[in-house]
Nanobody, 136 residues
Framework: EVHVVESGGGSVQSGGSLRLSCVFSEITQSIRSMGWFRQNPGGRREGLANIDPRDGEKIYAKSVKDRFTISQDLDAKTLYLAVENLKPEDSAIYYC?????????????????????????????WGKGILVIVSS
């Protein structure tokens, strides 16, 4: 079983930046994507970005693509999300997740690409989440 631990959250002022990290106990060959989603106080889940660890291909939600950057360090078994120009509406619990081709979870996070296009990403492994609070 793969374990995931996020870090790097906190409180920042509007316009500030953070770098979120997510360490995996292992990144197996069956993991076909790793990504980030967030959940706001109202419980709405929003997919932000993901990356294919095999070729580095990245996908971003339209709402954050100009401000958020996903990256990976496979040697360190770590996934990152650099978030810039933070706004109060970015306040949420941020989760790291991974899709494993050998699993079949019914939970997903949806990345909205815009123009009525979206990608659902299975959540087979995920962390406990980290809180980001952006004050105006």
């Amino acid at each position: 079983e793969v374990h995931v631990v996020e870090s790097g959250g906190g409180s920042v002022q509007s316009g500030g930046s953070l770098r979120l990290s997510c360490v995996f106990s292992e990144i197996t060959q069956s993991i076909r994507s790793m990504g980030w989603f967030r959940q706001n106080p109202g419980g709405r889940r929003e997919g932000l970005a993901n990356i294919d660890p095999r070729d580095g291909e990245k996908i971003y939600a339209k709402s954050v693509k100009d401000r958020f950057t996903i990256s990976q360090d496979l040697d360190a078994k770590t996934l990152y999300l650099a978030v810039e120009n933070l706004k109060p509406e970015d306040s949420a619990i941020y989760y790291c997740a991974a899709d494993d081709s050998t699993k079949s979870s019914s939970e997903v996070y949806r990345i909205d690409l815009g123009a009525s296009a979206a990608i659902d990403n299975p959540i087979d492994y995920w962390g406990k989440g980290i809180l980001v609070i952006v004050s105006s």
